[in-house]
């Protein structure tokens, strides 16, 4: 049974950091771009970023703000992906998931627009993330 799995969430203070990680069971990663979305309590889900399995070009979607902040890894020998996260805000306070989508050229432009959510197929149950004094 394909499955991801995220942890590494918490309660962090103000300009702090958090690294998150998404592990796969029951597929390789290899031919599947891994994109990283949030939820905030009465929001749409919305993307954050995303790393092609077709070329090392990690993608992030500007209206986020998250460009320079966070940063996209993957490690296909583990089966993994991570989200480091820098220099975080009280808004960046989410639930936090991976997914991921086939590996097609453009996969990550789309995934990353408004409801672009829809085009991955695998998702984690998530991971909270409070950012808070």
């Known amino acids: 049974q394909e499955q991801l799995a995220e942890s590494g969430g918490g309660l962090v203070q103000p300009g702090g950091s958090l690294r998150l990680s998404c592990a796969a069971s029951?597929?390789?990663?290899?031919?599947?771009?891994i994109g990283w979305f949030r939820q905030a309590p009465g929001k749409e889900r919305e993307g954050l970023s995303c790393?092609?399995?077709?070329?090392?070009?990690?993608?992030?979607r500007d209206p986020v703000n998250v460009k320079g902040r966070f940063t996209i890894s993957r490690d296909n020998a583990k089966n993994t992906a991570d989200l480091q996260m820098n220099s975080l805000k009280p808004e960046d306070s989410a639930v936090y998931y991976c997914?991921?989508?086939?590996?097609?050229?453009?996969?990550?432009?789309?995934?990353?627009?408004?409801?672009?959510?829809?085009?991955?197929?695998?998702w984690g149950q998530g991971t909270l993330v409070t950012v808070s004094s």
């Open positions: 997914a991921a989508g086939p590996g097609v050229p453009g996969i990550c432009e789309m995934a990353l627009a408004p409801g672009g959510y829809r085009y991955l197929k695998f």
């Open positions: 029951g597929f390789s990663l290899d031919d599947y771009a």
């Open positions: 790393i092609s399995s077709l070329d090392p070009e990690a993608y992030y």
